[in-house]
Each structure stands twice: as C-alpha cells, then as structure tokens.
C-alpha cells in the first residue's frame, strides 16, 4: 500500500495545534496539518478575538451610559453592522495568514477530518498517512442538545457572523457564552431573554457576585428564566417557540433566534478513535503529565480537547508547549498548571483566581475573607459604575493570597495583578507595599487586602 510518512501529525490549527506544527517544523521534523474548517481555529475565528471586537462599541455604551447627565448628553448609536464590517478586517485574514506561516515552515496542510485506521497510520484526502508522533488538537464544539427541534438551534459561530442582530433572541444556557452575548446584544438594542436549566449563572464563579452581576443584568433589560426545562422548539413563521417547564407548569416563550448556548464538548467524533486504540472519556482525550495519550503512547493531546484542558485559550498555548517538547525530546516535560485566572466579558466584568471561598475554606485552616460592594470608592464613583465588588481570600497563616474574585468594569484586568501575587505566593503586606499608579484601577487591590 501506498503511504505518505511524517515524524509529526497534527489534527487542529487552533492555538494548540498550530504551535505544535510550527515547534516542530521548527525543530527540523516532517510535520503535517489537518484541519476540516478554516484554518486558524476558535478563539480567531469565532471566539474570544472577535468576539471582544463586537463588545467594543457596547463599552463605550457603557461607560456614556454610566454618565449620562454627568458630561454626557447622548449616548452613542451602536451600528452592529458596521462593527462586523470591522471585525472581518481581523478574522478575514486568520486563515490565510495561518495557512502561510504554516507553509513558509515547510509543513503540510490538509483540509479535512483525519480518520484513524490504526495506531500510526491515518486516512485524509484519500491519503494513507503514517506518522510517528499523532497530536490531537481540535478543541470543542458546541453540545447538540436532545431535544425536538434542535436543528432550529443557532450557534455561537452564528451570533458571531449575524449581518443583522434580531429584536428577540433566546439563549440557551447561562455561562460563559451565554452571558457574554446577552450582555452584548442587549446593549446592541435587542430583547434578550436567558433559559437556563440550573439556579443561576456561572458556577465557577463567587455566587454573591453572581447574584449582584444577575441583578445588573437585570437592569439593563436582560430576563433569566432560571430552572427551566426545555422539552421542545418549534418554528413559527417569523419567530420560533420554546416550549419548556418551569416550576411544574408548561409555558412556551417566542423570539426571532435561539441560541444554543448550553456548553461545549470535545470535538472527536470524526476521527474514529477505536481503530487508533486512543483512549477518550466525555472529558476527551484521556492524557497523562506528559499529555501523552493513555492507551496510544504515539498520541498526544492539547488544548480544549484533552481531557487535562480548562477549555481557554492561554491554557491550551502551554498545554502546546508541553507536547511540543515532550515530541521533539523524548518525555521531558511534564504539565504544571499556575493559577489560572478566567473572566467573563459582562459590563461589569467578572473576574476570578485561585480558590473559591468554599474551596479554601475547605483547605486551610484560616481563612480571612475580605468582600466588599464598593461602589462609594473613588474609582467607581467618577466613572458612575453600574456594580464594583470584590472578595479576596487570605490564608491567615501565612499572609498569602489564594483566591481573588472581582465584579467590575476593569476586573478583567485587575485579576491579573492578583494571578501574579497568587502564583508568586506574595503576602498581602508585600503588595500593600508596592507602589502602584494613582488613581488606577490596579491600585484599588491595595485597598482590597
Ligand atoms: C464564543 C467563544 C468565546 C470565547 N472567548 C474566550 C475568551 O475570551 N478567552 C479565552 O481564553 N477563551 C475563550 N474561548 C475559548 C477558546 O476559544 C478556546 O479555549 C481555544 O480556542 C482553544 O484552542 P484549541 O487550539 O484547543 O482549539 P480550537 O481553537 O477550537 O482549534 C481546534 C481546531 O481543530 C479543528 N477540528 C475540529 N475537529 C477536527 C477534525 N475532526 N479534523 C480536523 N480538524 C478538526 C477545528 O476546526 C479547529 O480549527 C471562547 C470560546 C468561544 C466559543
Ligand atoms: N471569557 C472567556 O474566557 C470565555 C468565553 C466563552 C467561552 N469560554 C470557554 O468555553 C467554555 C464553554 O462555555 P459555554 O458558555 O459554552 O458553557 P458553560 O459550561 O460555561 O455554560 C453552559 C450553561 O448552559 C447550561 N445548560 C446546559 N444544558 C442546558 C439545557 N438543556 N437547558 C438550559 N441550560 C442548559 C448549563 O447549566 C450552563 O450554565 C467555558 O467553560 C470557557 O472555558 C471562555
């Protein structure tokens, strides 16, 4: 039989993905490529980059909107049309760009779903492809949910690329995505309601934050139907029906378009991983330290897909890193994983590292919890702020910060001057003794510990 050999075949050019089949070209291995949609993967294409440019425009809503009467007079049109002209000058050029650089390093690039024939070997384009080293990099897809009518069900790629945005959309699930978007597109003039199957939104965050960024939400026009259960979609001739219980009583609710914003799962559907002998769970691809397949020692895994992956983008860039080197030196390089902070892009955002209250509760033996609404603080009086709030956990013995969790419009990056001192093991006297710029938001943490 005819085959193609590689030292190195990668399944995925998003962040993951990509680094590894550049390392490795790098480091003067045969390496190919394979990715079934364009090249570039989510988070350029159609997550976190475009995603932040469509919120541009809702920032300076929010921020006029906060002082209105106090300087401001008129708040700003949002033209949504418009942003998405602008935010295809970025995401237009990712795959392109991706493929070239890719190309100028001498790899190979297929544009397909690679299936496993055996362990070494893959079928793609018609090729046999026999490489020595199998990484697995191809993220998650959104979750189909089982219900009738599914298929009536947009998804986040959807949202993102809407010419138009509907006067009523319906989101399905209350995290990270759903959040995001209800928060953008409520401020963009639509009505947006939230169903969500739990009690509340965003479990890994603090709840008292939570409830107050649900309130917030609230107030700027967005409806949470928390606890309900979706039995079924119907299309109607404008709008669709969501038919759902909640409470024990039936109700149905309509709105132009819904989305499905109800998780994301590993995307390995496609590869047919039985026949690699590549062991996988719900989580994904099972990895042990060195991210090496648990069954397949020829497969690696990285980014959201593995099932060691928080699904973010810097995670998925050092989980590259870890494959890359273990590929290119034998297994020399275990994953160490620092205290990740995570955000959610809601006005106010809401921010959080290191452990929850419960968590470290749980952990030591005593902890000082320091939480705090403060809208009264300079800060966020002049900017008239919608919400500012803030727990920070202190382990008592040693002085040390082990989790920050912030509520602000500013905490996505006020997060990561506590993600320094969390994962430095800074004690809370050395950040109060560091000079920091007045007045800037990074400055309030002083007063936070
Ligand atoms: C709407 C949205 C917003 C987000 N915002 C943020 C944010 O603000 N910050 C943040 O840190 N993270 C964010 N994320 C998460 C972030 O996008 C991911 O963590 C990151 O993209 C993961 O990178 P990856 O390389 O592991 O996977 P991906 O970027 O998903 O790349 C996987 C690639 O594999 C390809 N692929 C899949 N299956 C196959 C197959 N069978 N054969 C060949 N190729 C295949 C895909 O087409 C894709 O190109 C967001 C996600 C979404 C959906
Ligand atoms: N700002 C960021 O960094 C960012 C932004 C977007 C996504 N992400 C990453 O992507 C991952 C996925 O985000 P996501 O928002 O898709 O998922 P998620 O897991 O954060 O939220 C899904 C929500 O949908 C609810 N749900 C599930 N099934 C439902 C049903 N049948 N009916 C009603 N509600 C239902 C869940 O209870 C949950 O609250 C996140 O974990 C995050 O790591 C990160």
Wanted: one cysteine or more; charged letters at 25%; aromatic letters at 8%.
């Amino acid at each position: 039989m005819d085959y193609i050999e590689y030292d190195v075949f990668v399944i995925g050019s998003g962040v993951a993905g990509r680094y590894v089949a550049k390392t490795c070209a790098k480091a003067g291995m045969t390496v190919a490529i394979a990715d079934n949609r364009e090249f570039g993967g989510t988070c350029a294409n159609r997550g976190c980059d475009p995603k932040k440019i469509i919120l541009g425009p809702t920032e300076v809503f929010d921020f006029a909107d906060n002082l209105m009467g106090k300087g401001i007079s008129t708040l700003p049109k949002l033209n949504w049309k418009a942003n998405q002209k602008f935010k295809k000058k970025f995401t237009d050029k990712v795959p392109a760009g991706t493929e070239k650089i890719l190309e100028k390093l001498g790899v190979t690039l297929y544009h397909q779903s690679p299936t496993f024939i055996d362990k070494n070997t893959l079928l793609v384009e018609g090729k046999t492809i026999v490489a020595k080293k199998i990484v697995i990099a191809t993220g998650q897809i959104p979750r189909v949910l089982d219900m009738e009518g599914a298929k009536f069900l947009k998804t986040s790629d959807d949202f993102l690329e809407l010419k138009k945005l509907p006067k009523t959309i319906i989101l399905i699930g209350a995290g990270y995505v759903g959040m995001e978007f209800a928060h953008m597109a409520a401020r963009y003039g639509c009505d947006v309601t939230i169903m969500e199957q739990g009690s509340t939104t965003l479990k890994a965050f603090d709840p008292d934050l939570t409830t107050e960024l649900v309130e917030i939400s609230k107030k700027i026009g967005i409806k949470f139907l928390f606890n309900s259960e979706i039995s079924s979609i119907e299309k109607l001739n404008k709008n669709y029906r969501v038919n759902y219980k909640k409470d024990d009583k039936n109700s149905s609710l309509k709105a132009r378009m819904i989305f499905n914003t109800a998780g994301r799962v590993p995307a390995i559907n496609e590869l047919d991983l039985e026949k690699g002998k590549v062991a996988y769970s719900d989580n994904g691809i099972s990895v042990n330290a060195f991210l090496q397949n648990t069954s397949n020692k020829d497969v690696y895994a990285c980014g959201d897909v593995s099932d060691h992956s928080v699904p973010l983008t810097p995670l998925s860039g050092i989980e590259a890193k870890v494959v890359s080197e273990n590929i290119i030196n034998g297994n020399s390089s275990k994953i160490k994983i620092p205290n990740v902070p995570s955000a959610v892009f809601t006005l106010p955002n809401i921010a959080t590292v290191g452990f929850s209250e419960a968590e470290a509760k749980k952990r030591y033996n005593n902890i000082i919890v320091k939480h705090e609404f403060v809208s009264d603080w300079y800060n966020a009086k002049r900017s008239n702020e919608k919400a500012y709030g803030y727990k920070i956990l202190i382990n008592e013995r040693t002085n040390q910060i082990v989790g920050a969790h912030i509520l602000g419009s500013y905490a996505v990056e006020t997060i990561n001057l506590f993600t320094m001192a969390i994962n430095l093991k800074l004690t809370t006297d050395a950040v109060k003794n560091m000079i920091f710029i007045y007045p800037s938001w990074g400055n309030d943490i002083k007063s936070m510990l």
